[in-house]
T-cell receptor, first 116, second 113 residues
Framework: NAGVTQTPKFRVLKTGQSMTLLCAQD?????MYWYRQDPGMGLRLIHY???????AKGEVPDGYNVSRLKKQNFLLGLESAAPSQTSVYFC???????????????FGEGSRLTVL | GDSVTQMEGPVTLSEEAFLTINCTYT??????LFWYVQYPGEGLQLLLK?????DKGSNKGFEATYRKETTSFHLEKGSVQVSDSAVYFC????????????FGSGTRLSIRP
């Protein structure tokens, strides 16, 4: 039961470096999300996708890019990392929300990123 | 816009104490309401949910009732255990938009043996 898998789990970057976080889900979910979690601020939505080949901006998209080339994968990229991007990143997925479905989100275990 | 407000933490209780974590929301229409729990070092996982007014969600001894008249979804447990120590998030989801999933800021709960 893999569910939602994020890699890597930990990463330390220097300012200006780039990296990509990978999220993979095996539940055939349509919707996928990237959040960041910072102390005292709960979860904030960075980008999301409602299907293969589609992406959209969330609440805090600046400095990040995403791609959803395959339904099961959702990649989050940092082109030029900044200390303000030090955070814990969570990927989540869900089935298409409807009045029948509860719209539950399934989360990965998180990726802790430190930018020096 | 939609929002979720939950009580500030941290909350520290002794084992077997009664727990209430308050959650109120502001939303148009009829969102679904959720409580998620995050154990140390892990991602969030669904604890319970309610999809319409007066529904009661329950799981692992926790309960919450969807109160539209007071726009609240307070989390309760009659007798907490050390293993309940975690961060609890209240959330709402609107079905009109894929991005309309709003989380509260989280409440850290610590249970003393």
């Amino acid at each position: 039961n893999a569910g939602v898998t994020q890699t890597p789990k930990f990463r330390v970057l220097k300012t200006g470096q780039s990296m990509t976080l990978l999220c993979a889900q095996d539940m055939n979910h349509e919707y996928m999300y990237w959040y960041r979690q910072d102390p005292g601020m709960g979860l904030r939505l960075i980008h999301y996708s409602v299907g293969e080949g589609t992406t959209a901006k969330g609440e805090v998209p600046d400095g990040y890019n995403v791609s959803r080339l395959k339904k099961q994968n959702f990649l989050l990229g940092l082109e030029s990392a900044a200390p303000s991007q030090t955070s814990v990143y969570f990927c989540a997925s869900s089935d298409h929300p409807s009045r029948v479905d509860t719209g539950e989100l399934f989360f990965g275990e998180g990726s802790r990123l430190t930018v020096l | 816009g939609d929002s979720v407000t939950q009580m500030e933490g941290p909350v520290t209780l002794s084992e077997e104490a009664f727990l209430t974590i308050n959650c109120t929301y502001t939303a148009t229409g009829y969102p679904s309401l959720f409580w998620y729990v995050q154990y140390p070092g892990e991602g969030l996982q669904l604890l319970l949910k309610a999809t319409k007014a007066d529904d009661k969600g329950s799981n692992k001894g926790f309960e919450a009732t969807y109160r539209k008249e007071t726009t609240s979804f307070h989390l309760e447990k009659g007798s907490v255990q050390v293993s309940d120590s975690a961060v609890y998030f209240c959330a709402l989801r609107q079905y009109s938009s894929a991005s309309k999933i709003i989380f509260g800021s989280g409440t850290r709960l610590s249970i003393r043996p």
